[in-house]
């Protein structure tokens, strides 16, 4: 595993099981890129490294998992941060957007739906054979539903 110092400190794991040479180095410059920018592929373009490499590694390994989690809320806040330089200048439509992709709880459209009345399934559904003994019995000639 990589285990390089920066800035005197030696780099936390990155992955739970070992990869082929020179692949958790790319997955951390890739996760680096994702923290600032929020783009997944074009990351793993710039790293080195495919998408798939990311996407296998998210399924299957929760150290991996977490790291890209904490750069994802690196990048949330960049872009939060954008909003409201945004927001200063008038536009702050795309940003509301991206956001709610990245903290749908705090941006995400609050709607309730409520359904009064009573919907008789039992009934609907006889109905509905009915119907297609009919047409059955209408496509067959035989007027007989079989």
Aim: aromatic fraction near 6%; hydrophobic fraction near 35%.
């Amino acid at each position: 595993m990589d285990t390089e110092e920066t800035d005197g400190q030696p780099l936390r794991p990155l992955i739970s099981k070992p990869a082929h040479r020179g692949t958790e180095a790319k997955l951390r410059v890739m996760l680096e890129l994702y923290g600032k920018t929020g783009r997944i592929i074009r990351s793993c373009e710039i790293a080195g490294i495919g998408w798939n490499v990311h996407f296998r590694r998210m399924q299957s390994d929760p150290v991996y998992r977490a790291a890209f989690e904490e750069a994802e809320q690196q990048a949330a806040q960049r872009l939060e941060d954008k909003v409201y330089e945004f927001a200063e200048a008038g536009d702050a439509a795309a940003a509301i957007a991206l956001l709610k992709r990245f903290r749908p709880t705090q941006y995400r459209e609050h709607t309730s739906i409520e359904h009064s009345g009573s919907i008789d399934l039992v009934a609907r559904m006889k109905a509905a054979d009915q119907r297609l003994i009919a047409l059955r019995s209408k496509n067959d000639g035989t007027g007989t539903g079989s």
